[in-house]
């Protein structure tokens, strides 16, 4: 059994920072690729950032030079650093991986979401 659990979420004032972790935990032999996902009231989940397992990063325009994704493979965690955060960003961020398990099998895990609410 894997698991994604994120954590870090909050309530930030527009311009500051959080960062959010998610920790991959279970019967995990190696983890490909780690993606940030966010869902915003009465949207649709959008791809905010995604990083391989060599490091190559891709983000979507909107937050391009405001965040940051990064993983520790050791540990098996992924991060988000978002700065200089506006109220637009407000959402609910998911943590998504593709995992091979010890078994051999593939799949895509998502964590529980946390909630990052901007706000003045």
């Known amino acids: 059994q894997v698991q994604l659990v994120e954590s870090g979420g909050g309530l930030v004032q527009p311009g500051g920072s959080l960062r959010l972790s998610c920790a991959a935990s279970?019967?995990?032999?190696?983890?490909?690729?780690m993606a940030w996902y966010r869902q915003g009231p009465g949207m649709q989940r959008e791809l905010v950032a995604q990083?391989?397992?060599?490091?190559?990063?891709h983000y979507v325009d909107s937050v391009k030079g405001r965040f940051t994704i990064s993983r520790d493979n050791a540990k098996n965690t992924g991060l988000l650093q978002m700065n200089s955060l506006k109220p637009e960003d407000t959402a609910v961020y998911y943590c998504?991986?593709?995992?091979?398990?010890?078994?051999?099998?593939?799949?895509?895990?998502w964590g529980q979401g946390t909630r990052v609410t901007v706000s003045s």
């Open positions: 990083i391989t397992s060599i490091g190559s990063t």
């Open positions: 998504n991986a593709v995992i091979t398990g010890r078994d051999g099998n593939v799949n895509v895990y």
């Open positions: 279970g019967s995990i032999f190696s983890i490909s690729a």
